[in-house]
């Protein structure tokens, strides 16, 4: 049985890829000092970070891939880390140059005069914000489980919690790692398929954030811009409730975005549901469609009971001249996949609900595609 070149060791572990940067960590420069010898091949992997959070699973991924070859016996595998340098070169091959230059006003599409790849017209990803206008009405879970249900069609998705200081989705998403950072570059925690940034991973437990305008848009501006997304399919945006800065401040840095209003059927989360998309309208963001939640219950009985009225949603696309995309019903089993980080379309797919949340994602991936982004956008504007 023949022995394989130090040549063959290396192209066997360009398809392993780092598991948080996506990339073959030999393109990465991630591989040295392999060496055969009686059928044992030792290397160095050097990871970006000291106390990589998926150490083990690089060291699983380049023993799986090089034991497949034929006349390996073994393998000895040592880790070593990056220098600065090294990082650097990481960073800019993965994110560019981080330098700009800050301005007091940022243009459409930059923050603080750095540019928002995905923001631009050449950019494959599609932004859409989450709103709601008020609270309660089961926004966060709904972005969650939507994100969910597209990475599970085989879309690359990332959240960004934009809801400063009401963020859940670390939790509803179930992460258990904080982001990771390399010269300045951040990456973001993923589960499920779905990346996310959230505040809640830089704040103590229990801590409130207190910020005014100006720490809410500098969270915004890293969340754009430092953040490696690794151009997804959809960014999707969690809103905050109301009307205030970081809608503003969104609809600067992201012109391209569509908006998708969450309601529920009863009529005063309609009115002030409302209140979001006049705002998106003001600020020449389309209107995409409503997502009607809660919408009813299914008792033992099998008897739906709505509890929170009816007609609420379709009232309101009526209104504003756009699709009811969807209607949830209300399920213990939506609320516990939020709490314990196991959202329903992940662990329940086959569910009323998960099949609902499939539903709607196809339909916003395929008959919402974005060259017919711009035609509703004049027809809403």
Known sequence: MSTPTTDQIIEALRPVEDPELHRSIVDL?????????????????????????????IQNRVGTALRALDGVKDVALNFGV??????????????????????????????SGREISFAQPGSKTRPILVSSGKGGVGKSSVTTNLAVALAAQGYKVGIVDADIYGYSIPRMLGT???????????????????????????????QAVVWRGPMLHKALEQFLTDVYWDEPDFLLIDMPPGTGDIALSLSQYLPRAEVIVVTT???????????????????????????????????????????????????????????????IPLMSALREGGDDGRPITAVAPDSEIGQIFAALAKRIAEEMKPKKIFSAALKVN
């Open 265 to 327: 059927p009863q009529e005063a989360a309609q009115k002030v549901a409302k209140l979001s998309a006049a705002m998106a309208t003001k600020v020449n963001l389309p209107v995409r469609g409503i997502i009607e939640n809660m919408s009813w219950f299914t008792g033992d009985d099998g008897v739906r009971y709505e509890l929170f009225g009816s007609g609420g949603g379709q009232s309101l696309a009526d209104e504003l001249n756009v699709p009811l995309l969807a209607q």
């Open 29 to 57: 420069g991630m591989v040295r000092d392999v060496e055969v010898k009686g059928g044992v091949v030792s290397l160095t992997v050097v990871l970006t970070i000291a106390g990589c959070p998926l150490r083990n699973e």
């Open 82 to 111: 990056m220098n600065d340098e090294e990082r650097a070169k990481v960073r800019e091959m993965l994110h560019g140059n981080p330098g700009a230059t800050a301005g007091s006003q940022p243009a459409q599409g930059h923050a």
């Open 176 to 206: 258990d790692r904080d982001p990771v950072v390399i010269d300045n570059m951040l990456l973001p925690p993923e589960q499920w398929g779905v990346r996310c940034i959230s505040i809640g991973y830089f704040v103590p437990e229990g």
